[in-house]
């Protein structure tokens, strides 16, 4: 059995993946309504909100399995960014005092500076970001096993990138390379991290396909339907993340490596 803490947009049809293989999921919401959508999706329901003073026995029931995916992103909170830290600092409390083996922790890749290179898992951080503080409360819990997964921007089944810049008039930076990847992707590298035990690693999930701004999102913007924006043809920062340690690490054959053809599944 899995916990997925935050069922959402990933968090669901990851769950319902690991369901169809087979492996039974506990997964979180903070939307009582949800937990009906959950049960009759036989993920088992908790209804978990950190920012409250929750009775921690619900909390260790949840926690009580060897794998905890953590995939709560800033942008839920209503509340500022430290509140953001304040309750995952919360959440690795109890994860002291349960016997959780092993961690994996959804960032993004947007913890990397700006710049016009190739950016691996050794790129320089942005100090500011809120998320590489996340990374750093439970790459520091020595206890557990934890993974970083650093995704790319996510586009998939409800999550239209063509839907992004419809309808505005102009785009800046309409050169840059985008970095994204397909919803398909991130299940699997998540079963795979699992899988093959692949701990206490950092690794960019993104598509080796870096199609520019405007390439990528006027395909997605004709398949969706909506009006083109002037796309600026600005050059600048020219920031691709590498997926290479993933690659070579989980013998990982991307499901959509062609960024343009993937915008297909989503019609």
Known sequence: MISILGCGWL????????????IS??????????????SENKIEPYLIELSDNQHSSIIYE????????????PGRYLSANDKYLENLTTLNKYILNSNLKN???????????????EITEEGDIDAENKLFFAEQIFRENKKINTTIIRMGGLFGPLRH????FSGKPSVANGLVPVNMIH????????????????????????????????KFYT???????????DFVEENGQKKIISPQK??????????HPDLIKSLNTLV
Request: proline content about 5%; glycine content about 6%.
């Open 11 to 22: 968090g669901f049809p990851l769950a319902k993946s690991f369901i169809t293989n087979g």
């Open 25 to 38: 999921v506990k997964g979180s919401t903070t939307q009582q309504q949800k937990t009906q959508v959950l």
């Open 62 to 73: 949840f926690l009580k399995n060897e794998t905890l995916i953590i995939n709560i992103p």
């Open 103 to 117: 961690v994996i922790f959804i960032s993004s890749t947007s913890v990397y500076k700006n710049a016009s290179a």
């Open 161 to 164: 990138p063509g839907r992004f």
């Open 183 to 214: 919803l398909d992707d991130c299940i699997t590298i998540i079963q795979k991290v699992i899988a093959q035990h692949y701990w206490n690693q950092t690794i960019n999930a993104c598509s080796p396909h870096h199609p520019t701004r405007k």
């Open 219 to 229: 395909e997605a913007i004709k398949l969706y339907g909506g009006t083109i924006p």
């Open 246 to 255: 993933l690659i070579k690490d989980l013998d990982y054959q991307f499901i």
